[in-house]
Structure formats: C-alpha cells, structure tokens
T-cell receptor, first 116, second 114 residues
Framework: AQSVTQPDIHITVSEGASLELRCNYS??????LFWYVQSPGQGLQLLLK??????LVQGIKGFEAEFKRSQSSFNLRKPSVHWSDAAEYFC??????????????FGTGTQLKVEL | KAGVTQTPRYLIKTRGQQVTLSCSPI?????VSWYQQTPGQGLQFLFE???????NKGNFPGRFSGRQFSNSRSEMNVSTLELGDSALYLC?????????????FGSGTRLTVV
C-alpha cells in the first residue's frame, strides 16, 4: 500500500527566506504526486502535481517541487516566503483503485509559520 | 465557474444521532470523493462515487454511508454518531477520465459530536 511521510510537523521561517518542505513516499509503481495547501477552516487547494516527465514541477503562488525517484522524495520549495504562505501543507500520492477511479493518500501535513 | 459546495459548513450533533452532509460538485464533474480529516488520523479516504455508484470505500465502519444522485450531487450519512466522528469532512469532485486526478476540494463540513 502507498504511504507518505512528512517528517516536519512544524516549520517556522522568516518572511523573505527560502522554504523547503520535505515529503517521502512509498509506492510500488510510478507515482502520481501532489502538494496541497490548507488555510484554517478551509479545504485543500492544489499547488502542483507530478505525473511524469520533467522532474522539476512548477506550481501556483511561486511554488515548485522536485521529484527524485532514487530518494523517493517530492520536496516542495519556494525561494522567498510571504506572510500569506502561512498554512498547512500536505503531500499526497495518488493511486488507482480496483473499482475504478482513484484515491489520494496524504501525509500528516507540515504547519508553516511565517515570522515577519 | 462555481466550485465544490459543501453544506452545511458547521454542525453540532449529539452522540447517537445521525447526520447527513451534502456536496455539490463542479458542473460536469461526475466523480465525487469524500475524505475525513481529524487531528489524530489526518486525511483519510472515505468513499468515491461515480455515476450514482459507489466504486470504492475506505476502511470505515458501516455507519458511514453515502449516495450520489443523477445530477452528481452526493450526500454522506453517519449514523449512531460517536465522539470520534468529530472531524472536518471534505468532498472533492473530478471530471471523468481515467487517472485524471483533477480533484477540486470543497471547504468542508465541520462536524462536532458532543
């Protein structure tokens, strides 16, 4: 079965500093990988996704992620963090289901705090 | 275009009661998935509906059920509520097509069981 590990529960960065959120996955086949962001009391917003091809994926809000098959990682990065980036970030792996369709398996999330 | 709409946004129920949550997907989306989010268990897959049929179900007891209507709107029901059912319930819709994974999530329904 697939699984996702986000080793950092909380991360604090200063506004303007760079950011890297770690994600490691376990999946037997070629993974479909995602990063979502969740603001308090809200649903999940897709930041970016990786299906195949170029291992460096660009997303919304200036985020990017790099897929490294050898390390089973899909880390999220941003060169300069803004105060509005404070939120919880979830990494997920997608897998097809036997009944058709698919599901996402999420990591436990990383809470990002931005210091002004 | 309108996003995924979940109603109500907040609910407070008493143990032993039942509850029904609603999800209206994006127009044209035929697949609706439900996820439960709790501080202890994180985000967990509940079930997925497509063309009024439940295609898949996660590892939840039979108290959790759902259905999908011909207009793709979906409801989920939890019977005999327990304190541990307190959670944010998220619905996501996606357009038809294989491994699309084009999920759009709603803002969720916050259920509190007292």
């Amino acid at each position: 079965a697939q699984s996702v590990t986000q080793p950092d529960i909380h991360i604090t960065v200063s506004e303007g500093a760079s950011l890297e959120l770690r994600c490691n996955y376990s999946y037997g086949a070629t993974p479909y990988l995602f990063w979502y962001v969740q603001s308090p009391g809200q649903g999940l917003q897709l930041l970016l996704k990786y299906f195949s091809g170029d291992t460096l994926v660009q997303g919304i809000k200036g985020f990017e992620a790099e897929f490294k098959r050898s390390q089973s990682s899909f880390n999220l990065r941003k060169p300069s963090v803004h105060w509005s980036d404070a939120a919880e970030y979830f990494c997920a792996v997608g897998a097809p289901l036997t009944g058709g369709g698919n599901k996402l398996t999420f990591g436990t999330g990383t809470q990002l705090k931005v210091e002004l | 275009k309108a996003g995924v709409t979940q109603t109500p946004r907040y609910l407070i129920k008493t143990r032993g009661q039942q509850v029904t949550l609603s999800c209206s997907p994006i127009s044209g989306h035929r697949s609706v998935s439900w996820y439960q989010q709790t501080p202890g268990q994180g985000l967990q897959f509940l079930f997925e509906y497509f063309s009024e049929t439940q295609r898949n179900k996660g590892n939840f007891p039979g108290r959790f059920s759902g259905r999908q209507f011909s207009n793709s709107r979906s409801e989920m029901n939890v019977s005999t509520l327990e304190l541990g059912d307190s959670a944010l319930y998220l619905c996501a819709s996606s357009p038809p097509g294989g491994t699309n994974y084009g999920y759009t999530f709603g803002s969720g329904t916050r259920l509190t069981v007292v």
